[in-house]
């Protein structure tokens, strides 16, 4: 049974528009999340992470909301550019505080 | 930066052979874990390990063994290769928990 969830394979967005990528997590336990972007032939680069006592976090144009009543997080990038375009991992750290759980993935596709 | 150095990029071998997957990381990081990616199905921890010696099986160590016998090297073993274990293997370390994972650049295996 899937832990994390990311539902929508795919995105398109306009360059200069905002992307909101989504993510569900099943665990209440969790209180470590983070979001890796993935370009192909390349291993995931570490994007952002959020801890489960905030509810927001951000790092320039990427900013990661939480919402634990609802066991949801997104990823906002804004303005998106042709660069973002890559693959998106949403994950969750397990209570043991050591592997990560990941979704399946979300494609990220930036128009110029 | 952390690197995280895998010994091939690409590589192809025959069903029934073993197969050994080098894993080097140059932060003194007390974890290590190997993962698959395959699509549709994100990334699937097979094995990892909290320090010399010791390993856990991840979510799918069906046909795989690892070893660590130096802090450094984590090496991920194939027994007897299969078609099935076509796909992009990657590495990650993580300092401690509770922390991001930082990604090799992947190992594109074939298995004909």
């Known amino acids: 049974d899937q832990q994390v969830k990311q539902n929508s394979p795919s995105l398109s967005v306009q360059e200069g528009r905002i992307s909101i990528l989504n993510c569900d997590y099943t665990?209440?336990?969790?209180?470590?999340f983070l979001w890796y972007k993935k370009y192909p032939a390349e291993g995931p680069t570490f994007l952002i992470s959020i801890s489960s006592i905030k509810d927001k976090n951000e790092d320039g144009r990427f900013t990661v909301f939480l919402n634990k009543s609802a066991k949801h997080l997104s990823l906002h990038i804004v303005p998106s550019q042709p660069g973002d375009s890559a693959v998106y991992f949403c994950a969750a750290i397990d209570q043991a505080g050591t592997a990560l759980i990941f979704g399946k993935g979300t494609t990220l596709s930036v128009s110029s | 930066d952390v690197k995280v150095t895998q010994s091939s990029r690409y590589l192809v071998k025959r069903t029934g052979e073993k197969v050994f997957l080098e894993c080097v990381q140059d932060m003194d990081h007390e974890n290590m874990f190997w993962y698959r990616q395959d699509p549709g199905l994100g990334l699937r921890l097979i094995y990892f390990?909290?320090?010399?010696?010791?390993?856990e099986k991840g979510d799918i160590p069906e046909g795989y063994s690892v070893s660590r016998e130096k802090k450094e090297r984590f090496s991920l073993i194939l027994e007897s290769a299969s078609t099935n274990q076509t796909s992009m293997y990657l590495c990650?370390?993580?300092?401690?928990?509770?922390?991001?994972?930082?990604f090799g650049d992947g190992t594109r295996l074939s298995i004909l």
């Open positions: 665990n209440s336990m969790f209180d470590y």
């Open positions: 990650a370390t993580q300092n401690r928990g509770n922390q991001p994972q930082h």
């Open positions: 390990s909290y320090d010399v010696k010791m390993k």
